[in-house]
């Protein structure tokens, strides 16, 4: 045979290896396959087998990456991001090792202890991606009690096989094959207690190609290429695996319900589907609406597999990622609802949040409450907020379900049946009407339900078209393209303690109007236990110490350095009757209360008091915020609240955490120039001194050094010289002196005399000086000067004796304060006087005191300090750079005899200790 060649190519010795092959050329054409080798003797390929070997595999690689990232990221729970994250490795990793082992073998063939060490992690891989194609199954399916040991024997038999093939490498092929087997069938049998079998013909049928490429993997030597067929059917057989994983994973359209198994149907396209009411997507972000509103930005979702779970979910995490509010979404849980599965309580049991998103059908509802309420889920402080398709019908309620459940549904409360068919029809009609007018005629049908649709040119979604945007009787009756209505009527109704469902909110035209702006947390809804660290606060509005402001406007909530308090809104001034809104509070206060509650471990509501006032005893009764601690309307009462002995008879104060008193704040008030402004940066003596200067000494020293210069006119005229210009007299002096000091350009003789030039230059220094600082004083003294009304204290004259003034000097306070009660103990006749000066706040004092209504206006000094430092133009002052008379503090009032006291006096030590008061 022409050109033909023997190559001889050999395993080291020390690798047990000692096989020979002959590769047969013929020309310069290399064979496709070689011969068969003996039993435990590896199979030497050709280089084509070696290349087909390597890109059967590699070419997987990307999409074994890219399909296993999907799974993660697409992946609604625990179980399922693990199951995803298990497959992914074992995929990628099988794929990735056998590619490498190949190219090492084919290409790096002398280096035979690193071809030795890929091919055995070549081999292992393969018991680990088994167990890994099973894992989704059995993490993720309810099993029977013998069926779920399955989940570890699996990993058990991989960790055996990984050994054998440590041990006995290449030793024993048969026994190889036979775990190969083994470890893929048996685990199936789990299939015989499997309730749910969906995706079962898709793992049978992976199965199926992974045997059927064992045959060739055993073919080397007798079928060309039989190795890298082999490759092909693991492929296939892991591509079909990773498609009914994705099902199972992510696509699973089963559920649960009246403990059967049900699947969503395919909507006819051709069909014309409306519906008068909302669909999950608007329940669900009205949901989020309330929780916006209540300020419950923390929550968890739970579900069952019922249709349309991943689409209330996605909606939820797509709102909660695009949003301006600080959602936090602790837990996503996706549960299987069947009675008896141990799964459900400990998947409840990672709950943290009090405020639980549910989304089930009504009999799942009655099994995951009855589990959460054995958990402790469903006392007091959690909140479950659910869809229409929980509650059901409203006239049957489970004893599953718990008091203060609250739920969103279709107004069907207002909206009767009576109105939706006229609705309906004027819908139709009013489309109908449309379609004439645009087409000039309308579809006709047979009247007979039983009789054949007789084929019709015009396309059969045209007159949906048309009734999806109707105006019928003045409102919006439009549908989207799912079938619903686009601007739907949703009412917000709670379980109360009657077990009966109570309207308490109602969403319409995108608005969503609640009876409660702050949740009513204990009083209507809950159980008649109470949360023992859940307290009710109240405050004052009072600059810097509580600012209240409006909600954004832009997300409806309270920013983060404010908190939530409600304010109630007088709708009859007749009866006192009102209603609460919203409001957000923030200042130096509470961002004391933010800190103690946090470290006391509390929550609480805050709410503003009613009558605005702090708090006064009138008639044996007290008003204000002491009045809402002292009968027990509010546990705590935080804001600028002057510690006194009134006070402290029947409510507690903390320590003071601000040192306060009382001071007074005056206006000032416009002045006239004076004439003489002119002269006011120097004193009379020092215009004397430096008159006195320039002309007696300055000007009398230049003339007569100039005199007696040899250079001046008089020596020059003496000795028959040229004197070169006119004489320098005395005036001359004082009018070139005079010019340098006001720095004016006009005509001036120079001294020609060395000595007379000095004292001259001399003089224009100091002239320099004098001229910067008489400007910059005139400045000051030529603005138009202001008048402040000088009031040494309390006892000053002026608050004594206010007739012997003309016109009396005027002054008030803010009454049922602790500042107009020092006035009235220790000063009868000044209280009686101010009482028709008193102001309503603090707001108005001030604009009192501007308009010239007022002279005077007594307060605590933190606030007036607080005050002044903000005004605008600085008009208003307080009297001796903010004195303080009569020093006191404020503290934080709590109920007499209230345990709380300790701690919080503990909480604002600590404060201090840190610095941070």
């Given at each position: 045979?022409?050109?033909?060649?023997?190559?001889?190519?050999?395993?080291?010795?020390?690798?047990?290896?000692?096989?020979?092959?002959?590769?047969?050329y013929?020309g310069?054409?290399?064979?496709?396959?070689?011969?068969?080798?003996?039993?435990?003797?590896?199979?030497?390929?050709?280089?084509?087998?070696?290349?087909?070997?390597?890109?059967?595999?590699?070419?997987?690689?990307?999409?074994?990456?890219?399909?296993?990232?999907?799974?993660?990221?697409?992946s609604?729970?625990?179980?399922?991001?693990?199951?995803?994250?298990?497959y992914?490795?074992?995929?990628?990793?099988?794929?990735i090792?056998?590619?490498?082992?190949?190219?090492?073998?084919?290409?790096?063939?002398?280096?035979?202890?690193?071809?030795?060490?890929?091919?055995?992690?070549?081999?292992?891989?393969?018991?680990?991606?088994?167990?890994?194609s099973?894992?989704?199954?059995?993490?993720?399916?309810?099993?029977?009690?013998?069926a779920?040991?399955?989940?570890w024997?699996?990993?058990i038999?991989?960790?055996?096989?990984?050994?054998?093939?440590?041990?006995?490498?290449?030793?024993?092929?048969?026994?190889?094959?036979?775990?190969?087997?083994?470890?893929?069938?048996?685990?199936?049998?789990?299939i015989?207690?499997?309730?749910?079998?969906?995706?079962?013909?898709?793992?049978?049928?992976?199965?199926?190609f992974?045997?059927?490429?064992?045959?060739?993997?055993?073919?080397?030597?007798?079928?060309?290429?039989?190795?890298?067929?082999?490759?092909?059917?693991?492929?296939?057989?892991?591509?079909?695996?990773?498609?009914?994983?994705?099902?199972?994973?992510?696509?699973?359209?089963?559920?649960?319900?009246?403990?059967?198994?049900?699947?969503?149907?395919?909507?006819?396209?051709?069909?014309?589907?409306?519906?008068?009411?909302?669909?999950?997507?608007q329940?669900a972000?009205?949901?989020l609406?309330?929780?916006?509103?209540?300020?419950?930005?923390?929550?968890?979702?739970?579900?069952?597999k019922?249709?349309?779970?991943?689409?209330?979910?996605?909606?939820?995490?797509?709102t909660?990622?695009?949003?301006?509010?600080?959602?936090?979404?602790?837990?996503?849980?996706?549960?299987?609802?069947?009675?008896?599965?141990?799964?459900?309580?400990?998947?409840?049991k990672?709950?943290?949040?009090?405020?639980?998103?549910?989304?089930?059908?009504?009999?799942?509802?009655?099994?995951?409450?009855?589990?959460?309420?054995?958990?402790?889920?469903t006392?007091?402080?959690?909140?479950?907020?659910v869809?229409?398709?929980t509650t059901?019908?409203?006239?049957?309620?489970?004893?599953?379900?718990?008091?203060?459940?609250?739920?969103?549904?279709?107004?069907?409360?207002?909206?009767?049946?009576?109105?939706?068919?006229?609705?309906?029809?004027?819908?139709?009609?009013?489309?109908?009407?449309?379609?004439?007018?645009?087409?000039?005629?309308?579809?006709?049908?047979?009247?007979?339900?039983?009789?054949?649709?007789?084929?019709?040119?015009?396309?059969?979604?045209?007159?949906?078209?048309?009734?999806?945007?109707?105006?019928?009787?003045?409102?919006?009756?439009?549908?989207?393209?799912?079938?619903?209505?686009?601007n739907p009527?949703?009412?917000?109704?709670?379980?109360?303690?009657?077990?009966?469902?109570?309207k308490?909110?109602?969403w319409?035209?995108?608005?969503?109007?609640?009876?409660?702006?702050?949740?009513?947390?204990?009083?209507s809804?809950?159980?008649?236990?109470?949360?023992?660290?859940?307290?009710?606060?109240?405050?004052?509005?009072?600059?810097?110490?509580?600012?209240?402001?409006n909600?954004?406007?832009?997300?409806?909530?309270?920013?983060?350095?404010?908190?939530?308090?409600?304010?109630?809104?007088?709708?009859?001034?007749t009866?006192?009757?009102?209603?609460?809104?919203?409001?957000?509070?923030?200042?130096?206060?509470?961002?004391?209360?933010k800190?103690?509650?946090?470290?006391?471990?509390?929550?609480?509501?805050?709410?503003?008091?009613?009558?605005?006032?702090?708090?006064?005893?009138?008639?044996?009764?007290?008003?204000?915020?002491?009045?809402?601690?002292?009968?027990?309307?509010?546990?705590?009462?935080?804001?600028?609240?002057?510690?006194?002995?009134?006070?402290?008879?029947?409510?507690?104060?903390?320590?003071?955490?601000?040192?306060?008193?009382?001071?007074?704040m005056?206006?000032?008030?416009?002045?006239?120039?004076?004439?003489?402004?002119?002269?006011e940066?120097?004193?009379?003596?020092?215009?004397?001194?430096?008159?006195?200067?320039?002309?007696?000494?300055?000007?009398?020293?230049v003339?007569?050094?100039?005199?007696?210069?040899?250079?001046?006119?008089?020596?020059?005229?003496?000795?028959?010289?040229?004197?070169?210009?006119?004489?320098?007299?005395?005036?001359?002096?004082?009018?070139?002196?005079?010019?340098?000091?006001?720095?004016?350009?006009?005509?001036?003789?120079?001294?020609?005399?060395?000595?007379?030039?000095?004292?001259?230059?001399?003089?224009?220094?100091?002239?320099?000086i004098?001229?910067?600082s008489?400007?910059?004083?005139?400045?000051?003294?030529m603005?138009?000067?202001?008048f402040?009304?000088?009031?040494?204290?309390?006892?000053?004259?002026?608050?004594?004796?206010?007739?012997d003034?003309?016109?009396?000097?005027?002054?008030?306070?803010?009454?049922?304060?602790?500042?107009?009660?020092?006035?009235?103990?220790?000063?009868?006749?000044?209280?009686?006087?101010?009482?028709?000066y008193?102001?309503?706040?603090?707001?108005?004092?001030?604009?009192?005191?501007?308009?010239?209504?007022?002279?005077?206006?007594?307060?605590?000094?933190?606030?007036?300090?607080?005050?002044?430092?903000?005004?605008?133009?600085?008009?208003?002052?307080?009297?001796?750079?903010?004195?303080?008379?009569?020093?006191?503090?404020?503290?934080?009032?709590?109920?007499?005899g209230?345990?709380?006291?300790?701690?919080?006096?503990?909480?604002?030590?600590?404060?201090?200790?840190?610095?941070?008061?």
């Open positions: 045979m022409e050109g033909l060649k023997l190559k001889d190519t050999s395993y080291e010795k020390d690798l047990g290896i000692t096989n020979y092959i002959q590769t047969v013929t310069d054409e290399e064979r496709f396959m070689n011969n068969r080798v003996p039993p435990n003797k590896r199979y030497q390929p050709t280089e084509y087998e070696h290349a087909a070997n390597c890109a059967t595999h590699a070419l997987w690689i990307i999409p074994s990456i890219l399909g296993s990232s999907t799974l993660y990221f697409l609604d729970d625990h179980w399922e991001t693990i199951s995803a994250w298990i992914g490795f074992g995929l990628c990793g099988l794929f090792v056998s590619t490498i082992f190949h190219t090492i073998s084919w290409k790096k063939s002398h280096l035979r202890m690193v071809e030795h060490c890929f091919h055995m992690c070549d081999r292992m891989v393969i018991y680990f991606f088994i167990a890994a099973y894992a989704p199954w059995l993490n993720l399916r309810e099993l029977g009690p013998w779920s040991h399955m989940r024997i699996i990993w038999m991989a960790c055996t096989g990984t050994a054998y093939v440590f041990f006995f490498h290449e030793r024993y092929k048969i026994v190889e094959l036979v775990c190969y087997v083994v470890m893929g069938v048996f685990p199936a049998l789990v015989l207690s499997m309730a749910q079998r969906d995706g079962l013909f898709e793992l049978i049928l992976g199965g199926f992974y045997c059927l490429g064992m045959v060739f993997f055993k073919s080397d030597g007798r079928i060309p290429f039989a190795h890298a067929i082999w490759h092909l059917f693991v492929a296939i057989g892991a591509g079909i695996h990773y498609y009914a994983i994705w099902r199972l994973v992510l696509k699973s359209s089963t559920c649960l319900k009246n403990d059967l198994r049900c699947e969503e149907v395919e909507e006819d396209q051709m069909s014309t589907f409306f519906q008068f009411g909302a669909s999950i997507q329940e972000l009205l949901m609406n309330i929780m916006e509103e209540y300020d419950w930005h923390v929550f968890s979702i739970v579900t069952s019922f249709p349309g779970y991943q689409d209330f979910i996605s909606i939820l995490k797509s909660v990622e695009n949003s301006f509010v600080g959602w936090d979404l602790q837990n996503t849980i996706t549960l299987e609802a069947v009675a008896g599965d141990t799964k459900t309580q400990i998947q409840l990672k709950i943290q949040s009090s405020v639980i998103l549910l989304y089930c059908s009504k009999d799942e509802a009655m099994y995951i409450l009855e589990e959460a309420r054995s958990l402790g889920l006392g007091f402080g959690y909140i479950w907020i869809p229409s398709l059901g019908n409203t006239e049957i309620t489970p004893d599953e379900f718990p008091c203060g459940m609250i739920s969103v549904s279709y107004d069907d409360w207002d909206y009767t049946l009576e109105a939706r068919v006229r609705d309906g029809l004027g819908i139709i009609t009013t489309a109908a009407s449309a379609m004439m007018d645009q087409y000039g005629f309308i579809p006709e049908a047979k009247t007979n339900c039983y009789g054949q649709q007789e084929k019709n040119d015009m396309p059969p979604n045209r007159l949906h078209k048309f009734m999806m945007n109707v105006t019928w009787d003045g409102r919006d009756l439009s549908f989207t393209e799912d079938g619903y209505q686009a009527k949703l009412v917000v109704v709670v379980l109360n303690k009657d077990r009966e469902w109570e308490v909110g109602r319409e035209n995108q608005s969503l109007t609640l009876r409660y702006p702050v949740w009513p947390r204990f009083n809804f809950g159980d008649t236990e109470t949360d023992d660290n859940h307290l009710s606060i109240v405050t004052l509005e009072e600059a810097p110490f509580v600012i209240v402001e909600v954004d406007s832009l997300t409806g909530t309270c920013m983060r350095n404010s908190v939530p308090c409600r304010k109630h809104v007088k709708l009859d001034n009866t006192g009757e009102g209603t609460y809104i919203k409001k957000c509070c923030k200042g130096f206060c509470i961002d004391i209360l800190k103690i509650a946090k470290a006391v471990k509390f929550t609480y509501d805050l709410y503003l008091v009613t009558n605005g006032k702090h708090g006064k005893k009138i008639n044996n009764v007290w008003n204000g915020m002491v009045g809402e601690v002292v009968y027990k309307r509010a546990v705590m009462a935080v804001g600028s609240l002057t510690i006194n002995e009134e006070r402290s008879e029947v409510i507690d104060f903390s320590v003071p955490f601000v040192e306060t008193g009382i001071s007074v005056v206006s000032r008030s416009n002045g006239t120039v004076s004439p003489s402004a002119f002269l940066p120097f004193s009379a003596s020092v215009w004397v001194m430096m008159f006195v200067m320039l002309l007696i000494v300055t000007a009398m020293a003339f007569i050094f100039e005199y007696l210069s040899p250079l001046g006119f008089n020596r020059n005229l003496a000795q028959g010289k040229d004197p070169h210009g006119p004489s320098f007299t005395i005036g001359k002096a004082v009018w070139l002196l005079w010019g340098l000091v006001f720095n004016n350009s006009v005509p001036v003789q120079n001294p020609k005399g060395t000595t007379s030039k000095i004292m001259v230059s001399v003089w224009a220094f100091f002239a320099v004098f001229l910067a008489y400007t910059a004083n005139l400045a000051a003294f603005i138009q000067e202001e402040v009304d000088q009031v040494t204290g309390l006892s000053d004259k002026k608050f004594q004796r206010p007739y003034y003309s016109p009396p000097f005027r002054f008030g306070t803010v009454p049922n304060g602790s500042t107009e009660r020092n006035i009235r103990n220790n000063y009868p006749d000044m209280h009686q006087y101010m009482v028709k008193n102001q309503k706040g603090v707001q108005d004092a001030l604009v009192s005191l501007k308009t010239g209504k007022l002279d005077a206006f007594i307060y605590d000094a933190a606030v007036l300090n607080y005050m002044a430092g903000r005004d605008e133009g600085c008009k208003l002052v307080t009297i001796g750079s903010g004195y303080i008379f009569a020093t006191t503090g404020y503290g934080i009032a709590l109920q007499k209230s345990s709380w006291k300790r701690q919080v006096d503990l909480a604002l030590l600590g404060l201090v200790g840190d610095g941070m008061l």
